[in-house]
């Protein structure tokens, strides 16, 4: 099982310019989520999905879009990238959104937005 | 209000040593789960230990146990026989249940920093 991986591992972009990050998982979990991670800070939730054509908004959700057309991937867009959006980001899945289920992280994508 | 906090932004330790790392949070729900990750500096981030606020022992694998203290509301990591490759960042996170449980998301907390000295 490769688990959660994510595509592509870095990428440099420049303002305004789109792109999208793949989040596939093989472990046949429910819930995937996006999240960010920025210099001396923790994680925070971008969005989340629930299931196969569900999404919803975490709490920084402002300049992304995700899409989960399919149980295993699930997609994260940035429609006109700013500076601000220059981060880590990791995509994580799980069995369920219980309280005690463990959340799997993929390898992380590396942005830079200049 | 933040609802996990962890005081260290950096911790040494000897190798062979045990190493404490801190970690306090904050919820009004009865049900939640305390989780432990390590991301070395390859950015992975890989789960290490989760403790249920129902369960009535500490959590432990291996060398990682969770010192659970649930009216200090504190979950802290120990780490015993600090290795080398123990170096690395290390979060708390917690995932609240009931209505706070919001599909299931991690809080985290900013990380301790830990680096194991030969």
Known sequence: ?114 | AQKITQTQPGMFVQEKEAVTLDCTYDTSDPSYGLFWYKQPSSGEMIFLIYQGSYDQQNATEGRYSLNFQKARKSANLVISASQLGDSAMYFCAMREGGIYNQGGKLIFGQGTELSVKP
């Open chain 1, 1 to 114: 099982n490769a688990g959660v991986t994510q595509t592509p591992k870095f990428r440099v972009l420049k303002t305004g310019q789109s792109m999208t990050l793949l989040c596939a998982q093989d472990m046949n979990h429910e819930y995937m989520y996006w999240y960010r991670q920025d210099p001396g800070m923790g994680l925070r939730l971008i969005h989340y999905s629930v299931g196969e054509g569900t999404t919803a908004k975490g709490e920084v959700p402002d300049g992304y879009n995700v899409s989960r057309l399919k149980k295993q991937n699930f997609l994260l867009g940035l429609e006109s990238a700013a500076p601000s959006q220059t981060s880590v980001y990791f995509c994580a899945s799980s069995y369920s959104g219980g309280h005690g289920e463990t959340q799997y992280f993929g390898p992380g994508t590396r942005l830079t937005v200049l």
